[in-house]
């Protein structure tokens, strides 16, 4: 029996995971008391019905305070039912949040005639986190659409067999923030920068101008050598722990070429080495398209 927990902050996407996840055959289940996931694990452990073999429950800030801070003590207990147990956790920073309920309308649960809206989401983030450090995967959905979204979930989710890690390595823009998802944080701003070069500035890592000026360089090829090393030696031992997923992020000052660069190189070394490996460039979808 498998139970997927996805958990986050109110606007962040848990209702679009879980749509995903009904659509994919799971039985789902939204805003499931706390209280409720070991008696809900036992049944369907002991249920011989292959409709409850695959469940999927939503929780949020509107349980009780109280269950929320003994939710490592549940997570415990759910463990030894036998059953196998993911725990998704989705967020976004607070301004992006902010701007959702503000779009939508919507009332957030914490909110009422003493707390606002902004106060609201920053007690919600303290009040999740004995989930959200429980979390197998951690999405951060800022920059992500609603079809984005549903696309992550179904590759990294779906898409992984049983025991097999799934690698994402994305590239972004200091200058942005470091995305919050970030297992592992590569630094890529000491490589020859082609946004000095003006004929260059236009282009992308994956323009092949912008690829023939990095590569002219050796510490080019070093950087990316190094980064395949590092990741290369801990994967299989964070595998052997029971780790399921991995981000590894690599960031240049804007997002928009040496992180680009070394994000692609990364990624086909290992998606010729993992089943499961997707890259995504953090920036590229703000950029407007290159006119020849």
């Known amino acids: 029996?498998?139970?997927?927990?996805v958990s986050g902050r109110s606007g962040s996407g848990k209702s679009t995971a879980l749509h995903v996840l009904e659509d994919l055959g799971f039985?789902?289940?939204d805003n499931l008391p706390i209280g409720l996931l070991s008696p809900l694990t036992r049944e369907a452990t002991n249920h011989q019905s292959g409709r409850l073999q695959r469940i999927a429950v939503s929780i949020d800030a509107r349980n009780l305070s109280d269950e929320i801070a003994n939710f490592e003590d549940i997570h415990h207990q759910l463990t030894q039912t036998g059953a196998t147990l993911e725990i998704i956790f989705l967020d976004a920073t607070d301004q992006a949040l902010l701007q959702r309920f503000h779009a939508t309308r919507r009332k957030h649960p914490?909110?009422?005639?003493?707390?606002?809206l902004k106060e609201a989401i920053h007690s919600e983030k303290h009040l999740l986190e004995p989930i959200a450090s429980l979390a197998d995967l951690f999405v951060d959905t800022t920059e992500l659409s609603i079809y984005e979204l549903r696309d992550m979930v179904k590759q990294r989710i779906i898409g992984r067999r049983?025991?097999?890690?799934?690698?994402?390595?994305?590239s972004f823009g200091f200058k942005h923030g470091v995305p919050v998802d970030s297992d592992y944080v590569f630094d890529v701003r000491c490589l020859p920068n082609p946004y000095w070069d003006?004929?260059?500035?236009?282009?992308?890592?994956?323009?092949?101008?912008?690829?023939?000026?990095?590569?002219?360089d050796p510490l080019t090829a070093q950087m990316v050598s190094d980064v395949i090393k590092f990741v290369d030696t801990w994967l299989p031992s964070f595998g052997k722990s029971n780790r399921?997923?991995?981000?590894i992020s690599i960031g240049c000052t804007g997002g928009q070429h040496r992180s680009v660069y070394v994000c692609e190189q990364?990624?086909?070394?290992?998606?010729?080495?993992?089943?499961?490996?997707?890259?995504?460039?953090?920036?590229l979808p703000h950029l407007k398209p290159v006119t020849p």
């Open 110 to 116: 914490l909110s009422n005639d003493h707390t606002s």
């Open 266 to 283: 990364v990624g086909e070394y290992f998606a010729n080495h993992y089943d499961n490996v997707q890259v995504r460039h953090t920036e």
């Open 244 to 247: 399921s997923y991995m981000t």
């Open 198 to 216: 003006t004929s260059l500035r236009k282009y992308t890592g994956v323009d092949q101008p912008v690829i023939e000026f990095l590569e002219k």
């Open 1 to 5: 029996m498998k139970l997927i927990i």
């Open 162 to 170: 049983e025991q097999e890690m799934a690698l994402l390595v994305q």
């Open 27 to 29: 039985y789902c289940i």
